[in-house]
């Protein structure tokens, strides 16, 4: 063996493990695990041997790039004496998301990698960098990961660009607090008239932080120390060089993705990003901010093989937590926390403006939920945007509302409000108002929930009645 690698000698060991069941399963000839560290890569090979045995070799790499392509080829040689099959194109490997430091393996070995959060693919009871990377090549041969998708050069750049601006907006909002913060401190309080990057709050507190007394309502009259004076004044540059950063990265990542082609999986054509993000604009709660961030961080619609996996991805899939055959919580997956962040915000102002059909329907949704009503639509909202941006992107078309229900009471019942089963005083408050039957509350709803006296108990009760008539005509369509 050479001196890029110190391989031991191969062991004979048995993969019997408590969590699988190894009778029906099928093991992969070979598997390969990587403990990804900043200075080093434990690499663990098992392989099957021709007397149905499986044997170990363990490797200490340098993170250098001709070490890392020379054990490649290593464990390439010693895998083809019993797999023919195997080659650069096809190799399969399982390595922890450490940081970056899993990027510069992927890049040299190409290959189809597995890239596991450490959190899931659990540690070994005695932790070593050996027995991790024996944990991991674990995993790769039997095949409990699948294949990671690793995103090309070209929309990788894209990807960098928009957190560099990101982080930048952070950084800027950061200083912005701390000037809020010190001048507060001393018992000013300027800051809540408006913020305090605009002008004339910004002029009053630098003329404060010269030392100057300052003749404002909102401002105490006394000096401030000198210390904490030079810091407003540092804090205002960091504000300023922070935002100009933020708008360079930005505006860069837009000239970028205008350059980049991106692919129409339906007909298989290549369209510029200017084009795409014109179609992409006409999905409701779609803005700028929200489709750039998509187009960054999802590069290539065609990896999700449904709009379903495409809504989990970006982290708005709704999972049960169950115990003992009940649901005793409903989660919400993390996913993709960017492109999360970004659209909870987004349609939660459809949701508040109402002004597209989408917005309506979200509202009524909120309406009917006592608790946590203004969240549980935001998600449903964005569940529902989602989707059409997934069909804007697959097919290369514009957003239609067609084979939408945005009507949550199809198809109900009409009945007149003597008979709903509502207390008397909102009885009267519907009759009041001239909502005489449910089929006039349903058109105007969202004027129904606003009136005087309708409050949340108010609101449930309503939307019980208007479900339990939505039930009672499709039992009767179905018996007719």
Not at 94 to 120: D, F, M, Q, R
Not at 283 to 308: C, H, N, Q
Not at 342 to 348: C, D, P, S, Y
Request: positive net charge.
């Amino acid at each position: 063996m050479n001196d890029v690698t110190t391989g031991q000698v191969p062991r004979l060991e048995s993969l019997h493990s408590p969590q699988l069941d190894l009778d029906n399963l099928k093991l992969k000839s070979y598997g390969v695990g990587v403990d990804c560290h900043s200075k080093f890569y434990q690499v663990n090979l098992r392989i099957k041997g021709e007397d149905e045995a499986f044997y170990t070799y363990d490797y200490r790499v340098n993170a250098n790039i001709p070490e890392m392509l020379g054990i490649k080829q290593e464990l390439l040689g010693l895998i083809e004496r019993y797999d023919e099959t195997v080659n650069e194109n096809n190799f399969h490997y399982t390595c922890e998301s450490s940081g970056p430091y899993h990027k510069p393996l992927i890049n040299a070995w190409k290959g189809i990698p597995s890239v596991v959060n450490p959190l899931l693919a659990g540690h070994t009871r005695r932790k070593t960098d050996v027995l991790d990377s024996k944990l991991l090549s674990f995993h790769d041969i039997t095949g409990i990961w699948e294949s990671t998708y690793v995103m090309p050069g070209e929309y990788e750049v894209l990807r960098q660009l928009i957190r560099i601006s990101r982080n930048y907006q952070s950084l800027a909002l950061k200083a912005k607090q701390k000037i809020v913060t010190v001048t507060t401190m001393f018992g000013n309080t300027i800051s809540q008239l408006d913020s305090v990057n605009k002008s004339l709050i910004r002029g009053v507190l630098e003329d404060f932080s010269n030392y100057n007394i300052v003749d404002h309502p909102y401002m105490i009259n006394t000096e401030i120390p000198k210390p904490l004076g030079e810091l407003i004044l540092q804090f205002y540059k960091d504000y300023d060089y922070f935002t100009m950063q933020e708008k360079y990265h930005w505006n860069m990542m837009k000239d970028y993705v205008a350059k980049t082609s991106f692919l129409i999986p339906k007909t298989g054509e290549m369209i510029s990003g200017t084009e795409l993000y014109t179609l992409l604009k006409t999905v409701p709660g779609f803005g700028e901010t929200s489709i750039y961030i998509m187009l960054t961080e999802v590069a290539d619609i065609s990896r999700f093989s449904s709009a379903k996996k495409f809504v989990a991805y970006c982290g708005f899939d709704p999972s049960l937590k169950v115990s003992a055959d009940k649901v005793v919580k409903h989660v919400r997956r993390r996913g993709n926390s960017l492109i999360s962040h970004v659209l909870r915000k987004a349609v939660g102002s459809l949701i508040i403006r109402k002004s597209e059909p989408f917005g309506k329907w979200a509202y009524v949704l909120m309406k009917k939920n006592k608790k946590g009503g203004f969240r549980k639509a935001c998600s449903a909202l964005a569940r529902r945007s989602l989707i059409g941006a997934y069909y804007v992107w697959y097919n290369g078309v514009e957003f239609s509302y067609k084979n939408y229900r945005l009507n949550m009471y199809e198809n109900i019942k009409i009945e007149s409000i003597d008979y709903a089963p509502l207390n008397n005083r909102l009885k009267g408050i519907l009759k009041n108002n001239n909502f005489t039957d449910s089929e006039h509350i349903l058109r105007k709803i969202d004027e129904v929930f606003a009136l005087p006296g309708i409050g949340e108990k108010a609101q449930e009760e309503i939307g019980k009645w208007l479900n339990s008539l939505r039930e009672n005509a499709s039992e009767e369509q179905d018996h007719g």
